[in-house]
């Protein structure tokens, strides 16, 4: 079974930095590429960063770029999210998926629960 | 960026209804579609990918449809579990983006 844990959310104050890790499990992490989701209280959904297997074909969210870093643990089977810089904006629940990049078919095939970020003004 | 733009926002519907939600893309995304079903305090988890695939484990009364710019997702009958809100999301080039949500309400 497919398992994804996210931990290290929490309140911190604007300026302040925060790494998010996912635990996953249940499936070859090595293989598949994988993104961080965020969904503002309330609001929708809006991706913030995508890695490939091997670490490299990484791409932002242009309102991220620059002060976040996705990165992988590929012995570890941990993805990490590294936020410097953060805004009373970047307050929402990550997520963290399973990217399934596979032409046409791309998209979030398993989620973990969430963590909440909360950064105060 | 590909701007995703759903309707309705809101649907009101009863158990057995026939519902259509639709995504419209800013630009051609091909057949790179993705629908997501989001309960109050879950993640969201995939329906269809690539317009028209099922999720393995997705009940058959969900189907997708479209091409180019324009996209629906239809639930033929409406079941209790069902109601939720639904995103689409364009998987066609960086960044990723997703549409405004759709809820799907008795």
């Known amino acids: 079974e497919v398992q994804l844990v996210e931990s290290g959310g929490g309140l911190v104050q604007a300026g302040g930095s925060l790494r998010l890790s996912c635990a996953a499990s249940?499936?070859?992490?090595?293989?598949?590429?994988m993104s961080w989701v965020r969904q503002s209280p309330g609001k929708g959904l809006e991706w913030v960063a995508v890695?490939?297997?091997?670490?490299?074909?990484?791409h932002y969210a242009d309102s991220v770029e620059g002060r976040f870093t996705i990165s992988r643990d590929n012995s570890k089977n941990t993805l990490y999210l590294q936020m410097n810089s953060l805004r009373a904006e970047d307050t929402a629940v990550y997520y963290c998926a399973k990217y399934r990049a596979l032409g046409a078919a791309r998209s979030f095939d398993f989620w973990g629960q969430g963590t909440l970020v909360t950064v105060s003004s | 960026d590909i701007q995703m733009t759903q309707s309705p926002s809101f649907v009101s519907a009863s158990v057995g209804d026939r519902v259509t939600i639709t995504c419209r893309a800013s630009q051609d995304i091909s057949s790179s579609l993705a629908w997501y079903q989001q309960k109050p305090g879950e993640a969201p988890k995939v329906l269809i990918y690539?317009?028209?695939s099922l999720q393995s484990g997705v009940p058959p009364r969900f189907s997708g449809g479209g091409s180019g710019t324009d996209f629906t997702l239809t639930i033929s009958s409406l079941q209790p579990e069902d109601f939720a809100t639904y995103y689409c999301?364009?998987?066609?080039?960086?960044?990723?983006?997703f549409g405004g949500g759709t809820k799907v309400e008795i």
């Open positions: 690539g317009t028209f």
């Open positions: 890695i490939g297997d091997d670490g490299t074909n990484i």
């Open positions: 249940g499936f070859m992490f090595r293989n598949y590429a």
């Open positions: 999301q364009q998987a066609d080039s960086f960044p990723l983006t």
